[in-house]
């Protein structure tokens, strides 16, 4: 089976301009979470969407903003960009299963898309 | 606010030496934890995770973790180093839901292994 694919793998954007990052889950995954990396950090969580409802934001301003389509795909997208938000930003599936309130479920990473603001 | 902590940034080991990278994590509830391993221009990959149950947890790549409650730590362990373990080693916490769907995770912010031939 094909593991999460990330698209583009590297992009170079200006600030004040927009992008707009995709992700592809493992067949039968229906749990999209997005992390951004910064160089020397941990991963740090931005959102998850399961059934293409939002579930969980972290703490991050509303340029960032993202969906999940009826392919359980989904798009991060990142708006008057600034230089900051350069970083590796993740993406990680899941099947979303929950039992008795235990996550008994394994996220499964991306490769990531390296994004540098200039 | 839950929280991860890794002390220790770099750690470098000789090839067939013992491991250890310590976490200390920050958590009211029954702390959900994991050890990602990342490789240079990689994403994350699961070495192991703790739920509930048995607290000595065995991963892949012969690794193996110890949840202990009363320090609040979740040390990686392995016993025997090989050069293709260097990598950056990420220690998370899940916060869990109530409902279906999943979990966000903390993380902490790494430990890079360096291995000596």
């Known amino acids: 089976d094909a593991g999460v694919t990330q698209s583009p793998t590297h992009l170079i954007k200006t600030r004040g301009q927009h992008v707009t990052l995709r992700c592809s889950p493992i067949?039968?995954?229906?749990?999209v979470s997005w992390y951004q990396q910064v160089l020397g950090q941990g991963p740090q969580f931005i959102f998850q969407?399961?059934?293409?409802?939002?579930?969980g934001r972290g703490n991050f301003p509303d340029r960032f903003s993202a969906r999940q389509f009826p392919n359980y795909s989904s798009e991060l997208n990142v708006n008057a960009l600034l230089l900051g938000d350069s970083a590796l930003y993740l993406c990680?599936?899941?099947?979303?299963?929950?039992?008795?309130?235990?996550?008994?479920?394994?996220?499964?990473f991306g490769p990531g898309t390296r994004l540098t603001v200039l | 606010a839950q929280s991860v902590t890794q002390p220790d940034i770099h750690i470098t080991v000789s090839e067939g030496a013992s491991l250890e990278l310590r976490c200390n994590y920050s958590?009211?509830?029954?702390?959900?934890l994991f050890w990602y391993v990342q490789s240079p221009g990689q994403g994350l990959q699961l070495l192991l995770k703790?739920?509930?149950?048995?607290?000595l947890v065995q991963g892949i790549k012969g690794f193996e973790a110890e949840f202990k409650r009363s320090q609040s730590s979740f040390n990686l362990r392995k016993p025997s180093v090989h050069w293709s373990d260097a990598a950056e080693y990420f220690c998370?916490?899940?916060?869990?839901?109530?409902?279906?769907?999943?979990?966000?995770?903390?993380f902490g912010k790494g430990t890079k292994l360096s291995v000596i031939p």
């Open positions: 067949s039968g995954h229906k749990s």
């Open positions: 998370a916490v899940a916060l869990s839901y109530s409902g279906a769907g999943s979990y966000q995770l903390t």
């Open positions: 703790y739920f509930s149950g048995d607290t």
């Open positions: 990680a599936s899941g099947r979303g299963e929950v039992l008795a309130y235990v996550p008994t479920d394994t996220q499964y």
């Open positions: 958590y009211g509830a029954t702390p959900y």
């Open positions: 969407y399961y059934e293409k409802e939002e579930r």
